[in-house]
Nanobody
Framework: VQLQAYGGGLVQAGGTLNLSCRGSGINLSQYNMGWYHQAPGKQREMVATINLGYMPKYSEFAQGRAAITRDNPENTVSLQIHDLKSEDTGVYYC?????????WGQGTQVTVSS
């Protein structure tokens, strides 16, 4: 099972971040999916989730700036964040979860420059 994240790197404050996560060895259509953010020196926190019924949920910090989508035929889940802030810097992880089973991707580094 592998969750490969794409799209990290150096992005400008005020700009837009686009991340994608592709599953291999796993059928993401059977999982609730999520994106999590770990800022330097802090705990990992939820940014956005999307359930099996395509219902999204966002953290208070991401609400209004983020959009999570899933493409089951492509076995991917994507995250877009607008109006990037320095606090968005950190590692972003993709997660697939159903009942007690949870799979994590290796994470992708995002650095927001001012």
């Amino acid at each position: 099972v592998q969750l490969q994240a794409y799209g990290g790197g150096l992005v400008q404050a005020g700009g837009t971040l686009n991340l994608s996560c592709r599953g291999s060895g796993i059928n993401l259509s059977q999982y609730n999916m999520g994106w999590y953010h770990q800022a330097p020196g802090k705990q990992r926190e939820m940014v956005a989730t999307i359930n099996l019924g395509y219902m999204p949920k966002y953290s208070e910090f991401a609400q209004g700036r983020a959009a999570i989508t899933r493409d089951n035929p492509e076995n991917t889940v994507s995250l877009q964040i607008h109006d990037l802030k320095s606090e968005d810097t950190g590692v972003y992880y993709c997660n697939a979860q159903v009942m007690r089973t949870s799979h994590w991707g290796q994470g992708t580094q995002v650095t927001v420059s001012s």
